[in-house]
């Protein structure tokens, strides 16, 4: 690969992943005053429909963005314009049929996805119809601008889409529940739950219109490579049609078998909590105390994600050439990446997890604190888990993670079920049935990578370092906020005041406890964001 190819796939992951950070924070921002807005039961049932939401839109379009640019791709190397138009043209039919049939599912099954004990959901759900069928056309055109390899449009869209989502969420459920003010109170939890499901058809709106825009000003750069185009074939609309359906059907049932665990979960926690008789608003209580902890960990999450996902690309190219040990030496180097920001991220967020979920959730009972502390390790085995699946599908084995998906979805399923009918852990069980899932995902991918990659976890350089130094963390973050709080007069200011001196001590004692105890070469240091300026931190620091 050229240096310019290489810099281009640089700056496009880059791009993506910046906006998918800024996406991500501009989410839970939101979340924090939507909550007080709603008030826990409202809240709860607007969680619940964007969870059934996010499954139904994994079905309609989740894997069209990738199936559009990979077919598109391979036609434009070869400057068969006309063809990569029709496909573009093709997606557009396959989003508008495909979309259109699951928004009828949304609106005529939303008493079938939604439990009794959630009833309330179920017209936030049906107010995301709209946004299904349009989620799918915003698909096809950001697959269409990521084929030309220009990765802008989608990253500024993703920022658009979720500003929208945002500002329309606060004004739509504020509106609602004025509106129904004089109504019962189950009726204002209701719509003020739909009402804040309508931000996110505003943003999704709002990025195919900007789509719409930046594709309309590229028309005449379109109109003119179409009619410089002397290879096109005229693929037939059919054939173009099952090239496209099979590549989107495995991506779709990949992602739903890993993702359809939390929808379950929650089905089953309302469906057998109602069953066993515990009323309904305790039930929306807690489940909402459930989604301010996911709220909170989609930040690491999305963080030590993001950055290995780049590496993956280089593991295949070395694995192809049968080169197995540089293609483990950039497994662990992501390993290391990933866990660098995990582990300190899972440690900070249990020993700080009650400040956290107050100053972002006031509305909070408590419960959101202790589920936190308890699911903090996700972040750790899922940055685990994000890597393993990803180097299993570079490697030309993707069935081998679906099948792992599918066994640890049976092993949560079992534990949900045992502990809902046999213990009194209520929400917590969601937790656990989590870290289950999560755990054997991570022992059966480990397993896998063993076999095919003869790879072995780099637990002292990748595991082990980053814990010691989240200690010594642990103690400043814990020790400053504890003793603060215990000095100073309580208050929201002075709580934002006591955390970000925690935060900023802690980061910067782990910052320097983990140079002291891994004593990383320049090489590793230049893999990080700001590399340089650690490298020089740590040349001080270790002479």
């Known amino acids: 690969m050229s240096k310019n190819s290489d810099n281009t796939l640089v700056r496009n992951a880059s791009f993506l992943m910046v906006a998918?950070?800024?996406?991500?924070?501009?989410?839970?921002?939101?979340?924090?005053?939507?909550?007080?807005?709603?008030?826990?039961?409202?809240?709860?049932?607007?969680?619940?429909?964007?969870?059934?939401?996010?499954?139904?839109?994994?079905?309609?379009?989740?894997?069209?963005?990738?199936?559009v640019s990979k077919i598109m791709a391979e036609k434009i190397t070869f400057r068969r314009y006309r063809d990569a138009q029709k496909v573009f043209h093709c997606a557009l039919l396959y989003a508008v049929v495909a979309g259109g049939i699951i928004s009828?599912?949304?609106?005529?099954?939303a008493k079938i996805l939604v439990p009794d004990s959630m009833e309330g959901a179920r017209l936030a759900l049906q107010m995301l119809a709209p946004t299904i069928f349009l989620s799918g056309i915003l698909g096809v055109f950001r697959g269409y601008f990521q084929a030309y390899r220009n990765m802008m449009p989608t990253s500024l869209s993703q920022i658009i889409?979720?500003?929208?989502?945002?500002?329309?969420?606060?004004?739509?459920?504020?509106?609602?529940?004025?509106?129904?003010?004089?109504?019962?109170?189950?009726?204002?939890?209701?719509?003020?739950?739909?009402?804040?499901?309508?931000?996110t058809?505003?943003?999704?709106?709002?990025?195919?219109?900007?789509?719409?825009?930046?594709?309309?000003?590229?028309?005449?750069?379109?109109?003119?490579?179409?009619?410089?185009?002397?290879?096109?074939?005229?693929?037939?609309?059919?054939?173009?049609?099952?090239?496209?359906?099979?590549?989107?059907?495995?991506?779709?049932?990949?992602?739903?078998?890993?993702?359809?665990?939390?929808?379950?979960?929650s089905y089953m926690y309302s469906g057998i909590m109602g069953a066993k008789g515990m009323d309904p608003d305790l039930i929306g209580n807690l489940y909402a105390e459930y989604g301010?902890?996911?709220?909170?960990?989609?930040?690491?999450?999305?963080?030590?994600?993001?950055?290995?996902?780049?590496?993956?690309?280089?593991?295949?190219?070395?694995?192809?050439?049968?080169?197995i040990r540089t293609a483990n030496q950039k497994i662990d180097r992501a390993t290391w990446i990933s866990m660098i920001i995990s582990i300190p991220a899972a440690v900070g967020l249990a020993v700080l997890a009650g400040p956290v979920v107050?100053?972002?959730?006031?509305?909070?009972?408590?419960?959101?604190?202790?589920?936190?502390i308890l699911g903090a390790i996700t972040i750790i085995l899922n940055g685990n888990s994000n890597i393993s699946n990803g180097v299993l599908q570079g490697i030309g084995k993707p069935k081998?993670?679906?099948?792992?998906?599918?066994?640890?979805?049976?092993?949560?399923?079992?534990?949900?079920?045992?502990?809902?009918?046999?213990?009194?852990?209520?929400?917590?069980?969601?937790?656990?049935?989590?870290?289950?899932?999560?755990?054997?995902?991570?022992?059966?991918?480990?397993?896998?990578?063993?076999?095919?990659?003869?790879?072995?976890?780099?637990?002292?350089?990748?595991?082990?370092?980053p814990l010691l130094a989240s200690v010594p963390m642990a103690l400043v973050a814990g020790g400053v906020y504890y003793g603060l709080n215990f000095l100073l007069p309580e208050g929201r200011i002075f709580l934002t005041v006591e955390l970000m001196l925690a935060i900023g001590l802690g980061g910067i004692v782990y910052l320097f406890a983990y140079l002291f105890i891994s004593r990383p070469d320049e090489e590793e240091l230049a893999a990080l964001p700001g590399g340089r300026i650690l490298a020089r931190i740590a040349g001080k620091i270790l002479r």
């Open 400 to 465: 081998i993670p679906m099948i792992h998906a599918a066994i640890a979805l049976v092993a949560d399923v079992i534990a949900m079920l045992f502990l809902l009918y046999f213990t009194d852990l209520g929400i917590y069980t969601i937790v656990i049935a989590m870290i289950v899932y999560a755990v054997v995902m991570c022992l059966l991918n480990e397993a896998a990578m063993r076999k095919y990659m003869r790879h072995v976890n780099p637990w002292r350089t990748a595991y082990l370092n």
């Open 292 to 323: 301010y902890f996911m709220t909170i960990i989609n930040i690491p999450l999305t963080l030590a994600s993001t950055a290995p996902t780049s590496m993956i690309p280089e593991v295949s190219a070395h694995y192809a050439r049968r080169d």
């Open 20 to 67: 998918a950070l800024i996406s991500k924070i501009i989410g839970m921002l939101y979340k924090s005053p939507l909550s007080t807005t709603l008030g826990n039961n409202s809240y709860a049932m607007f969680q619940f429909a964007q969870n059934v939401y996010f499954i139904l839109l994994m079905i309609a379009s989740f894997s069209i963005p990738q199936a």
């Open 358 to 372: 107050q100053l972002l959730f006031p509305g909070t009972n408590g419960e959101g604190s202790l589920l936190l």
């Open 201 to 265: 058809g505003a943003g999704v709106a709002a990025a195919l219109l900007f789509m719409l825009l930046i594709y309309g000003l590229n028309r005449r750069n379109i109109r003119k490579r179409l009619n410089s185009d002397r290879r096109s074939v005229n693929e037939s609309t059919s054939s173009v049609m099952k090239s496209i359906i099979l590549i989107i059907m495995p991506i779709v049932l990949s992602a739903f078998i890993y993702n359809v665990n939390g929808y379950i979960n």
């Open 161 to 199: 889409e979720q500003i929208f989502v945002a500002v329309f969420a606060l004004v739509t459920s504020s509106v609602m529940i004025s509106h129904f003010s004089g109504e019962s109170e189950a009726v204002v939890q209701k719509w003020g739950a739909a009402g804040a499901t309508m931000g």
């Open 104 to 109: 009828l599912v949304c609106v005529f099954g």
